[in-house]
């Protein structure tokens, strides 16, 4: 895979609900200079999330914010962006963020989620409202596959259905469990969601708008 870096680091919102481990691999890419991006600020729509830990550590600056406290989705995704807006971002990375956002105009093809289950190939069953994580992998076993993976693709208002960028099979063995195969999907994963955003930012250099603030 080719590294060359771009002009001057993308930088990446990255919005968690959980554990971080997306995150986690997102930081550790940067610092090996596999992605050539900065991310400076987590949201988390969880209080007390693991992410917001793996944030701190790392010198990222992590806010919370929650559905709960905003009457719609409407008003909830227009607190989201404005709590990115001072931090100049051109890419939404989702790592592991279990809300529903609002994807304004602007936003349009600028926003990356990770799914761990072939796209569109299982959508009818392990994808949509609800289905994530453990869930995806319990429905991919309930259904028989012998072929799950893992699939980056752009966030649009619909859960789980923007448009596929990539993928990574995975094969399913006969004696999986929820945990064998979250893990061994998990692996490629981390191999996959780095790669991709590398992709989209020499695909689309003109989207980068940080350049101009940063020369
Ligand atoms: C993975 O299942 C990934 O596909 C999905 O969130 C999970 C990772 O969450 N988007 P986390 O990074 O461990 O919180």
Partial sequence: MHKAATASPWNLGVLLSGTGRTLENLIAAIERG?????IP?????????RGIEIAGR???????IRRGDFDS?????????EALAPYDIDLIVMAGYLRKLSIEP???GRVLNIHPCLLPEAAEYAAGKGMYGDRVHAAVLAHGDIVSG?????????FDAGPPM?????????????????????VEETRLY???????MHAHPHLKRSALVNG
């Fill in 106 to 108: 602007e936003w349009e």
């Fill in 41 to 49: 600020v987590v949201i988390s729509s969880v209080p007390g999330a």
């Fill in 150 to 158: 893992c699939t980056v693709h752009l966030v649009t208002n619909e």
């Fill in 73 to 81: 989705v409407e008003a909830y995704s227009t607190a989201m962006y």
């Fill in 34 to 38: 596999d992605l050539d991006a900065r």
């Fill in 166 to 186: 990539a993928k990574i099979e995975v094969p399913v063995l006969p004696d999986d469990s929820v945990a064998t195969l979250g893990a061994r999907v998990f």
């Fill in 58 to 64: 790392a010198g990222i600056p992590a806010r919370v």
């Fill in 194 to 200: 780095p790669e991709t955003i590398r992709e989209y």
